[in-house]
């Protein structure tokens, strides 16, 4: 077998999984767009508001939670397509006329949608991919994610200037997020057309399936060794959950979890789910606040690529100092920007995506990227669950206090906040986070051992 069918075939899994990103980034920034028309029609407080922004992310961190658990017993495969299932039904359920009631319902449908394959879709690349690829491949999940931010800001501007704002009070959020049934079935047929990952099925003792799998990625000579070492890797009998808790594992848990945390204390949802609003405040109306939003998108994508280039070459380490200590940067800016009163002018357009640039290379695709690759292979669903979950529960705080804060302490300290939090992000990964490029999952091991 040529090396060339392995690459195509190696990428065309790692597209598809990633879908499942697109389809969580979409799901999830939806809501920037619908907000201020929400707002409106169910004329809601300030922690309303914040409410209703975040109320998927219920069903995220339950979905988040239970994920691990669920791929262990049913593998990868079946619970991705598990998840293009939710967020279908979530999107009709919210396009269909209701009240304020069952759009949470369904927001939090979705949510577990999003929980899912925010954790799925990358755990599932990093028991595909190579050691020499797994960087670039599971940033391309990140990818998958942008995409589907910048494709919703696309769609709900596009909806948005239809017809006038009372139209969009009564029916264009609807359609806002009734959009998303379209990647949610493209995102449910591609499933069906890839292979199932073979750590899971050499766990199951399915050894002749894995090597098939394997061979195909690899070529038949590295497939074998690959697979011995998976097995020797593999206690057969099912992990307790206490295992994830002995020394060395840990370890490893704590820091996936602080990293989890650090990837959204230092503000990323705030700016990504309000975008528009914070636009609005600095005197911009709602047209060019959709637009300035779509520049977020678009700068978002483009540097998420820079760090696909460079995860592999570069290091997870040197991305993630480099990427921190320029989001602390901006957020004083930002902040110093509305403290002085400066933010009619291009100062916080240009921090903000100064900062989603700096994001975009670091905290954002290679938090997914370490936190997939630094579990041992039994351990690596329940402990990449119990970090996404992690990550979550920081999504809702973050956003759920946002709006509160802004109303309470003022734009300026609400991103000096956000600032204190990066330059302890900056503090962590240098004195804590292991440099893992290129060494194999089971290599990594024997790192925290």
Not at 53 to 72: H, M, P, T
């Amino acid at each position: 077998m040529g090396n060339q069918g392995s690459v195509f075939f190696l990428y065309k899994i790692t597209l598809v999984a990633a879908v499942g990103g697109l389809l969580f980034g979409y799901d999830t920034a939806v809501i920037a767009g619908a907000i201020g028309f929400l707002q409106i029609k169910f004329d809601l407080s300030p922690s309303m508001v914040g409410w209703v922004a975040s109320c998927a992310l219920i069903g995220c961190v339950f979905g988040a939670l239970f994920a691990g658990a669920l791929s262990d017993w049913l593998g990868r495969k079946k619970i991705l397509i598990l998840s293009a299932i939710l967020f279908g039904i979530s999107s009709l359920g919210i396009a269909v006329p209701s009240d304020l009631n069952w759009f949470v319902f369904f927001r939090i449908i979705g949510g577990l949608g999003i929980g899912i394959a925010s954790m799925l879709a990358p755990m599932y690349i990093t028991e595909i991919a190579p050691a020499e690829k797994r960087g670039r491949l599971v940033s391309i999940n990140q990818l998958g994610i942008v995409t589907g931010i910048l494709l919703i800001y696309f769609v709900n501007a596009e909806i948005a200037g239809m017809y006038d704002e009372s139209w969009n009070v009564e029916t264009g959020w609807r359609w806002m997020f009734g959009s998303g049934i379209f990647p949610s079935v493209i995102f449910l047929v591609l499933l069906f057309f890839v292979p199932e990952s073979p750590r899971w099925l050499a766990k199951q003792g399915r050894n002749e399936e894995a090597l098939f799998i394997l061979t195909k990625i690899n070529g038949p000579q590295k497939a074998g060794l690959e697979l011995v070492e998976i097995n020797q890797n593999l206690n057969t009998e099912s992990v307790s959950f206490s295992e994830i808790f002995k020394p060395g594992i840990r370890k490893a848990l704590v820091v996936g979890i602080i990293l989890a945390m650090f990837s959204q204390i230092t503000g990323i949802n705030a700016i990504m789910y309000y975008a528009p609003e914070i636009f609005k405040s600095t005197g911009d109306g709602s047209d060019s606040a959709l637009l300035q939003t779509i520049l977020v998108g678009v700068v978002n994508f483009l540097f998420t690529i820079v760090a696909i280039k460079y995860v592999d070459k570069v290091g997870r380490k040197s991305l993630l100092l480099a990427g921190s200590a320029g989001m602390t940067v901006c957020l004083a800016l930002i902040g110093g920007a509305f403290y002085l009163d400066l933010a009619k002018g291009y100062l916080v357009l240009i921090s903000i995506l100064a900062y989603i640039a700096f994001f975009a290379l670091s905290l954002g695709p290679l938090t997914f990227v370490v936190i997939a690759e630094i579990f041992p292979n039994r351990t690596r669903g329940r402990a990449m669950s119990i970090c996404v979950f992690a990550l979550w529960i920081f999504v809702f705080i973050v956003s759920q206090c946002f709006p509160i804060l802004l109303q309470s302490i003022g734009n300026a300290f609400t991103f000096w906040i956000f600032m204190l939090m990066s330059i302890g992000a900056f503090l962590f990964v240098w004195k804590f986070i292991p440099e893992t490029k290129e060494k194999t999952l089971e290599e990594m091991e024997k790192l925290w051992l």
